[in-house]
C-alpha cells in the first residue's frame, strides 16, 4: 500500500470498481482519497468479474472487489492481494495484511449481506427468518465453506443488524461527503 500510494503521488491512478456506491468503490475512495491523500481516476465496471479481468490484462493500475471474487486468483498467483480492510487478516488470504497493519487504522470495512423485508413484515415471521439464518451460519459445513472463499459468517441478533446497518449507512454518508460523490 505505500509503495502504491507513493505511486500514485507521482501520477494518478486507474482505480477499477465493480460499480459505483459499492463497497469496493467506498473502500478504494476512503483508502486512497481521505486516508491516502491520492488522486485516482475512477474506472467503473459492472460487477466484480470485469475489474478482474481488467486488472489481469493491465488496463488498470488497481482494482477493488469483495474478497470471495477475487481470492482464488489470488491464491494461484494472477493477481496480488495488497490488502483486506477486515478487522482481522482472512482466513481465505492469510498472507495479505490488513489496512491497519499497513497503517490505515481507521480503514475497516465490510462488504456484508443481510436478508431485508418489506417494513410491515410481522415480527415473528422476522424472527423466525434471522433464527433460521443464525442456524445455517452457525453449521461447521456452511461456516468452512463461507471462510474459504473469504466471506466471514456473522449470524446476528435482529436488533443487532439493524444497528450496524444504521451506522454503515452513517459511515459511508460521510465517505461520500468527504470524496465529493454524488448519487445520480
Known sequence: MAALI???RQRQLNLAVPGVGTTGHLSAERLSRVLGGVDVLLVAFLGAAPVVTAV????????????????????GGSVRGGVVTG???????????????????????YTWV????PAATPQS??????????????????SARLLATGLDP???????????????????????????????
Open 87 to 109: 478487522a482481522r487478516r482472512s482466513p481465505a488470504l492469510p498472507d495479505v495484511p490488513t489496512a491497519a497493519e499497513l497503517g490505515f487504522t481507521d480503514a475497516v470495512d
Open 114 to 117: 443481510a436478508a431485508l423485508f
Open 6 to 8: 507513493a505511486l500514485g
Open 154 to 184: 456473522v449470524g446476528d441478533p435482529q436488533e443487532e443488524a439493524a444497528r450496524y446497518v444504521l451506522e454503515e449507512f452513517r459511515r459511508w454518508t460521510e465517505v461520500g461527503r468527504a470524496t465529493g460523490i454524488q448519487v445520480d
Open 56 to 75: 489481469l490484462s493491465r488496463q488498470v493500475d488497481v482494482g477493488t472487489i469483495a474478497m470471495n471474487t477475487g481470492v482464488e486468483q489470488v491464491r
Open 125 to 142: 415471521i422476522l424472527a423466525r427468518m434471522n433464527a433460521e439464518v443464525n442456524v445455517a451460519l452457525a453449521e461447521p459445513e456452511v
